[in-house]
């Protein structure tokens, strides 16, 4: 594996985490410069983490990864999406809709970026693993933590750039963000949890 098939491996590693930042930009207006790069660092952190943990804890543990990786991502993506599906429509019912808050969607604490993080990382496990047997057959000429450091850091650059995008979306949509986004978590979920069934 060379260096363009490990930038590409880190790009499709990356698009969850690109979409969940489109989302979370679109659900706040004027998100201060610190906040896009918390988000941005969250996520970027994971996807270097998880392929280290995944490395280190070697093949006997990609089969539990396997199983349980796309229903715990479903899971908290689909609490995070629904519950923006429930703010929007607690939202309109009140006739509050078409005026974005100031202060930006509440949901999005660090408890819930935790959560974003993990659950757009957890196939980076695998990979983590995959890393351990290309080294070992000699098929990557890169250390497994100068990888991770890779997909990491393009993880980083494109969730940045998805939560400035968002954000603009978001401003264009007005009151409705808040739906597509959760729309966007939910279908993230249920994307992860079919890949997984299906594999």
Known sequence: MGLWELLLIAAALSMDAFAVGLSDGM???????????????AFGLFQFLMPVAGYYA??????????????LSFALLAFIGGRAVAGYEISRRAGRIGTRRKGGRKSLGPATLFAQAVATSMDALAVGVTLL???????????????????????????????????????????????????????????????????
């Open 58 to 71: 070697g093949s006997a543990f990609a089969g539990l990864v396997q199983k349980i990786a796309p229903y």
């Open 133 to 199: 047997a290309a080294e070992e057959s000699g098929g990557i000429p890169f250390r497994a933590e100068l990888c991770a450091l890779v997909i990491g850091l393009v993880t980083f650059s494109l969730s940045m750039a998805a939560v400035r995008i968002g954000e603009r979306a978001g401003d264009r949509f007005s009151g409705r963000a808040e739906l597509f986004g959760g729309c966007i978590l939910l279908l993230i979920g249920l994307k992860l949890l079919l890949e997984g069934v299906l594999a």
């Open 27 to 41: 659900g706040e207006p004027a998100m201060p410069f610190f906040k896009h790069f918390a988000i941005a660092f």
